[in-house]
């Protein structure tokens, strides 16, 4: 097995497309993070717990601000570029470095939705991505029930690459999982 090289230094500009900015998660975030812990979904999907109080939410953002210090990948919270308002959050997680790859997940606050703001948010990710040494692909793991992260991906240029049954266990149950990628241009 590859040793996977160390991560490049957290980015001195933060990465921004359209109406957001990704950048450092604050405690500040706490209400944010509570807003993600009110859908069903995003509980399933990370550590952050259902329903999470002030102190869970703080907890989730400790464990997010040290992402990056343990080598796992570079975790944003996804901020309105024009007010700094935290309106959700965002992951390129790099365990994969050695061989090129990574994978990418986003979820924006239940109360901010409906406006694109994900779809700038992959964006910004995926251009940050791109600036990391010997990062050739970032991959995207959707239920195809998520029409509207399949829209989100499509629309920050990701392509639909198939249907991977029976990938990975969620909430107890092994599930079915849409693969979309995006390959470094160039």
Same mark, same amino acid.
Request: with cysteine; glycine share 12%; net charge negative.
């Given at each position: ?8 230094p957290? =980015?001195?500009?933060p990465?921004?497309?359209?109406? #957001?900015?990704?950048?450092? #998660? ?6 944010? $993070?509570?807003?993600? +812990? /009110?859908?069903?979904?995003? =509980?399933? !999907?990370?550590?952050? =717990?259902a ?5 869970e ?14 080598g ?5 919270? !996804?901020?309105?570029? $024009? ?20 994978? $990418?997940?986003?979820?924006? $606050? =239940?109360?901010?939705?409906?406006r ?6 992959? +964006?910004?990710? /995926?251009?940050?991505?791109?600036? #990391?040494?010997?990062?050739?692909? !970032?991959?995207? *793991?959707?239920?195809?029930?998520? #029409?509207?992260?399949?829209? /989100?991906?499509?629309?920050?240029? *990701? ?10 266990? !969620? ?8 693969? *979309? ?6």
């Open positions: 097995m590859t040793q996977a090289p160390p991560l490049p957290w =980015p001195s500009e990465p921004s497309h359209g109406r #957001v900015v990704l950048r450092e #998660v604050r405690e500040s975030d706490v209400a944010m $993070a509570r807003d993600l +812990a /009110t859908d069903p979904y995003v =509980p399933e !999907i990370g550590s952050l =717990p329903g999470a109080d002030d102190d939410a703080l907890a989730w953002v400790h464990r997010q601000r040290g992402r990056h210090a343990e796992t990948g570079f975790s944003f919270t !996804i901020a309105d570029a $024009a007010t700094d308002a935290a309106v959700g959050h965002c992951g390129l997680w790099l365990k994969e470095l050695a061989d090129g790859r990574g994978t $990418a997940g986003y979820a924006i $606050a =239940p109360s901010e939705r409906g694109g703001l994900a779809a700038d948010a992959l +964006a910004a990710l /995926t251009s940050f991505g791109w600036t #990391v040494p010997g990062l050739f692909r !970032i991959a995207l *793991y959707i239920e195809p029930w998520n #029409v509207g992260s399949v829209r /989100t991906a499509e629309r920050a240029g *990701y392509g639909r690459e198939g249907l991977l049954r029976s990938h990975q266990p !969620i909430a107890g149950e092994r599930r079915d999982m849409l693969l *979309y990628a995006s390959v470094r241009p160039g």
